[in-house]
């Protein structure tokens, strides 16, 4: 099966290294890129996303926030928070929004543990 997967960070470097450890994993997945929250908002009114990877700390809207619009939009969308600030709070709102948080540095086994249970859950989305 294959599954779209919308990656969110401010810094095109992440975004990269993520879309190079989703190619390893899962080389017939499709990815879609923004930089910041209203980017990642016009990707999924354009195209449906199985999946998503939001950064926390991006100028405007932190991931947090749009975690929650996405899940607003679709609440059985799977996301990942991805953050290199630990703190017990962070984690627990990615929780209580219903996602899932993810440590930086981002290493591709975590990545795979979190895509490989989300795409259990899930039906590929329309081309």
């Known amino acids: 099966m294959s599954f779209t997967v919308l990656i969110v960070d401010d810094s095109k470097l992440a ?55 996405l899940k607003a ?14 703190q017990e709070e962070i984690v627990r709102k990615a929780t209580d929004i219903g996602a899932t948080f993810l440590a930086k540095p981002l290493t591709e086994k975590l990545l795979a543990e979190f895509l490989n249970g989300a795409a259990g859950h899930l039906k590929p989305a329309a081309k």
Do not use: C, Y
């Open 15 to 69: 975004r990269m290294s993520v879309i190079k450890a989703l190619r390893s994993l899962h080389p017939d997945w499709s990815h879609l890129e923004a930089a910041n929250a209203d980017e990642a908002l016009a990707q999924v009114q354009q195209k449906k996303v199985d999946l998503a990877l939001l950064d926390f700390n991006m100028p405007g809207r932190d991931g947090l926030t749009l975690a929650a619009e």
């Open 73 to 86: 939009i679709n609440s059985d969308l799977p996301l990942a928070v991805v953050s290199a600030n630990h």
